[in-house]
């Protein structure tokens, strides 16, 4: 019975493969086939180069299916176009007028709460932040800028990001279709979906967010996935035992309990965030990352490195605040120190 | 009616259980199962019950199935086959929302390595089995606070479970399971992860707790010494059967096959045996010097009062728990209890 179930399978399987082998046949343009179909099986010289009748045809149907969607939703591009647009420009822009002391008393006191009032995290990134401007005074409002669409990337990713990992712990069915899907995110070359963002975003911050999120999700999702997935399996027992409902259990147990790993995964997030707002930039995102770009056109060496060591910085600031706070989070529901009996 | 009866329970792990299951009543063992269909046989064929206000001790090597047994009293696991009742409810004609206030209200459970919510103060632990319910902060608190007290940690509410000692985590556990109130109590190879001297530490508390709350306790434990102290009566699992179940005394008189002759061959006698089960009744003790007596509670092992009457060199008088006088032990009962040929009157004796 089994035998025959997966013998079925691999037939369907070939049928499906011949069927898109007669579609490329049949849609290929007259002048690469042959005369007739049969001389297929009499003239074998095909079996030396690839046959250029032996050609799927992929790129048609994408760009007339990208079409109509353009025509069709373009309406809820649009919409998320002009959310987003405006979410960044009216940061950016309330950012940008602050006077710069402001700005970097402000970095210092979310460092402070957010690690836990530690002095040498604090010191750490005050100082980054300070260089930033000192490098040159061109890079700080284009700091900003990156910053607003980093963090807009970012928070777009939890939002979404979160409930998939939860979702992909708690049903087998769902992780197993996302697994591919993620997969494809993150190998896909980033220039793939630019150039579609490009077209339904225009050029500018928005494309540039949604390439951060196409790029920078899947690691948040993965490691929510397994954070839920590694709790102790005991603990859940526990829990259960004592009547809790699915819904108590993972509020009550699962997500604190997955927190240290969620938040590892903002920090990847946020790390993946920064490298692609450098690529986009290539798309005429504006930012820190066309700084390097420029240096690169004109083979200006010191240019480059200059607006490199601006990305290392503001890096170096992401990272410090997440993952401190990841820690934080971590000592206080997990803290491993022993009491003095 | 028993608390809780298990009627020819079958628990198969695999993809078909259901397939494999007529396989396993017709007597196939667990090895061939393996072998032929890639299945692991949990439970074969188990029928118990438990009655109200005793310790039934589930005991069994790793891999007998025990864990298995006591998860599906409380539907943590669904069996293949057979039904579980309890209080006379099935428990497997219970749906998700019912199956849930069964839980909260019917039974608590503690666990082998603690279970305890890391990210939750020892109060907060202990109270979550209320919380769950919906109770009010101050109101479980006030009960977890009790239960703290119980289990003799007071002081140390406010710390977090991977502050304290393994054997302060399970009293955590144990205060937990009764914070809830409920009458059954299941315990998962609880004192198995602690060193020998805080288990012994804690299998006396739970005697005193039991002596006060009279609870229905499910006690699972690969150690033979911590069953013949702690069970009223004793199942013995193997490989998924259940080859035996009886009293502490039957236990050891009459092993019923060769593995759990194997089980008991090593036991302390002294450990096990009562006073009430080898004294010389009241009525018949004339003949006995009664000028040098040591004061023995009847349910005494003999191994709590056996030094004392060593060294004082005296004979014991039973009493029970109002003082009155039981009956009498010397040195030749004691003599005849710690040896293998005495063992057979006692069983007969406790029928």
């Given at each position: 019975m089994k035998k025959y179930k997966?013998?079925?399978?691999?037939?369907?399987?070939?049928?499906?493969?011949?069927?898109?082998?007669?579609?490329?046949?049949?849609?290929?343009?007259?002048?690469?086939?042959?005369?007739?179909?049969t001389d297929i099986f009499k003239d074998f010289s095909w079996l030396n180069d690839w046959p250029?009748?032996?050609?799927?045809?992929?790129?048609?149907?994408l760009n007339s299916g990208f079409d109509w969607l353009i025509a069709k939703y373009g309406i809820f591009f649009e919409g998320i176009n002009f959310f987003l647009l405006g979410l960044y420009t009216s940061m950016k822009n309330s950012i940008v007028s602050l006077p710069w002391p402001l700005v970097i008393a402000a970095v210092i006191l979310i460092t402070y709460f957010a690690s836990g009032r530690k002095t040498q995290t604090t010191v750490l990134v005050a100082f980054c932040t300070f260089f930033l401007g000192f490098l040159s005074p061109r890079y700080w409002d284009k700091c900003i800028m990156t910053t607003c669409i980093v963090v807009i990337g970012m928070l777009l990713c939890i939002a979404i990001g979160i409930p998939v990992g939860i979702a992909m712990a708690r049903n087998k069915k769902v992780r197993n279709a996302l697994l591919p899907i993620l997969d494809l995110m993150q190998t896909i070359p980033s220039f793939c979906y630019l150039i579609p963002g490009i077209l339904l975003f225009g050029l500018g911050a928005v494309p540039a967010i949604i390439a951060i999120f196409v790029y920078a999700v899947p690691p948040l999702?993965?490691?929510?996935?397994?954070?839920?997935?590694?709790?102790?399996?005991?603990?859940?027992e526990a829990s259960e035992a004592f009547g809790a409902s699915k819904k108590q259990?993972?509020?009550?147990?699962?997500?604190?309990?997955?927190?240290?790993?969620?938040?590892?995964g903002i920090n990847q997030c946020t790390m993946m965030s920064l490298a692609m707002v450098v690529i986009a930039s290539m798309i005429g995102t504006r930012g820190i990352g066309d700084e390097v770009l420029l240096g690169l056109q004109q083979l200006n060496?010191?240019?480059?490195?200059?607006?490199?060591?601006?990305?290392?910085?503001?890096?170096?600031?992401?990272?410090?605040?997440?993952?401190?706070?990841g820690e934080k989070i971590q000592e206080r529901t997990q803290p491993k120190k022993k009491i003095d009996l | 009616m028993s608390k809780i009866e298990v009627k020819n329970v079958y628990k198969i792990f695999g993809d078909q259980p259901s397939k494999v299951l007529p396989m396993v009543q017709q007597g196939a063992t667990k090895e061939e199962i393996l072998d032929k269909t890639g299945h692991t046989v949990g439970l074969d064929n188990v029928s118990l019950s438990i009655e109200e206000g005793e310790t039934f001790v589930c005991m069994g090597l790793s891999g007998s199935g025990k864990s298995t047994l006591i998860?599906?009293?409380?539907?943590?696991?669904?069996?293949?086959?057979?039904?579980?009742?309890?209080?006379?409810?099935?428990?497997?004609?219970?749906?998700?929302?019912?199956?849930?206030?069964?839980?909260?209200?019917?039974?608590?459970?503690?666990?082998?390595?603690?279970?305890?919510?890391?990210?939750?103060?020892?109060?907060?632990?202990?109270?979550?089995?209320?919380?769950?319910?919906?109770?009010?902060?101050?109101?479980?608190?006030?009960?977890?606070?009790?239960?703290?007290?119980?289990?003799?940690?007071?002081?140390?509410?406010?710390?977090?479970?991977?502050?304290?000692?393994?054997?302060?985590?399970?009293?955590?556990?144990?205060?937990?399971?009764?914070?809830?109130?409920?009458?059954?109590?299941?315990?998962?190879?609880?004192?198995?992860?602690?060193?020998?001297?805080?288990?012994?530490?804690?299998?006396?508390?739970?005697?005193?707790?039991?002596?006060?709350?009279?609870?229905?306790?499910?006690?699972?434990?690969?150690?033979?010494?911590?069953?013949?102290?702690?069970g009223d009566h004793i199942g013995i699992l193997n490989h998924g059967k259940l080859v035996q179940v009886g009293t502490p005394i039957e236990i050891i008189m009459k092993p019923a096959d060769d593995y759990v002759a194997a089980f008991v061959k090593d036991v302390n006698r002294a450990k096990v045996i009562k006073a009430k089960i080898i004294m010389k009744p009241a009525n018949s003790s004339d003949g006995i010097d009664?000028?040098?007596?040591?004061?023995?509670?009847?349910?005494?092992?003999?191994?709590?009062?056996?030094?004392?009457?060593?060294?004082?060199?005296?004979?014991?008088?039973?009493?029970?728990?109002?003082?009155?006088?039981?009956?009498?032990?010397?040195?030749?009962?004691?003599?005849?209890?710690?040896?293998?040929?005495?063992?057979?009157?006692?069983?007969?004796?406790?029928?």
């Open positions: 997966t013998y079925l399978k691999y037939f369907i399987y070939l049928i499906i493969f011949a069927f898109v082998i007669i579609i490329s046949y049949r849609s290929a343009k007259p002048r690469y086939k042959p005369e007739h179909y250029k009748w032996l050609d799927f045809p992929l790129m048609q149907p999702i993965r490691l929510t996935d397994l954070g839920i997935r590694l709790v102790d399996k005991e603990v859940i259990t993972l509020w009550g147990v699962q997500i604190p309990l997955a927190l240290p790993n969620i938040m590892q060496v010191g240019m480059a490195t200059e607006a490199g060591i601006a990305i290392v910085l503001l890096a170096i600031i992401f990272d410090r605040i997440t993952q401190s706070y | 998860r599906h009293i409380n539907r943590l696991i669904d069996p293949t086959a057979g039904e579980v009742l309890v209080e006379g409810t099935n428990v497997m004609d219970l749906d998700q929302k019912k199956l849930i206030e069964f839980r909260r209200h019917k039974m608590s459970m503690v666990f082998q390595r603690f279970g305890l919510f890391p990210h939750k103060t020892v109060m907060e632990n202990v109270g979550y089995g209320l919380e769950v319910q919906g109770q009010k902060p101050e109101e479980r608190n006030k009960t977890a606070m009790e239960k703290i007290e119980a289990v003799g940690l007071i002081g140390f509410e406010h710390q977090y479970p991977n502050q304290l000692s393994g054997g302060m985590q399970q009293r955590v556990g144990l205060a937990r399971a009764l914070a809830t109130n409920t009458d059954i109590m299941l315990m998962d190879e609880a004192f198995s992860a602690l060193d020998p001297l805080i288990r012994s530490d804690m299998q006396k508390q739970l005697i005193n707790l039991q002596s006060e709350l009279k609870k229905t306790i499910v006690f699972i434990t690969h150690d033979l010494d911590e069953s013949l102290r702690l009664k000028s040098n007596l040591v004061k023995v509670n009847e349910d005494q092992f003999i191994d709590e009062f056996l030094p004392k009457v060593v060294c004082s060199n005296a004979n014991c008088e039973i009493v029970d728990k109002e003082g009155a006088v039981k009956g009498y032990i010397t040195k030749k009962e004691l003599s005849k209890a710690l040896t293998k040929e005495h063992m057979a009157d006692a069983a007969k004796s406790t029928k």
